[in-house]
């Protein structure tokens, strides 16, 4: 999908293309409409770098007990006892 923003609309967000990307990607992130691996993509960004630039926006992680209780499961896979 393509979403064309008219030159004179986009200059008056004072944006870098960069960084409107990495701004629509938290906005989407904060939703909950993308995961945070989405969002760091969708900003061209790692993850380090988008957990970083959220955290300069004041944007909190989610972390909920499914996504520790995934984590756990995959680190007992790597790490068996």
Do not use: C
């Amino acid at each position: 999908m393509r979403i064309e923003i008219p030159d004179e609309v986009f200059r008056s967000f004072n944006f870098s293309e960069a960084e409107f990307r990495t701004e629509l990607a938290m906005w989407l992130y904060e939703k909950k409409i993308m995961s945070l691996m989405q969002a760091a993509r969708f900003a061209s960004l790692n993850i380090l770098e988008f957990q970083q630039a959220m955290e300069k926006k004041g944007v909190m992680l989610h972390y909920e007990m499914e996504d520790f209780e995934t984590d756990m499961n995959t680190l007992k896979k790597i790490f068996p006892e």
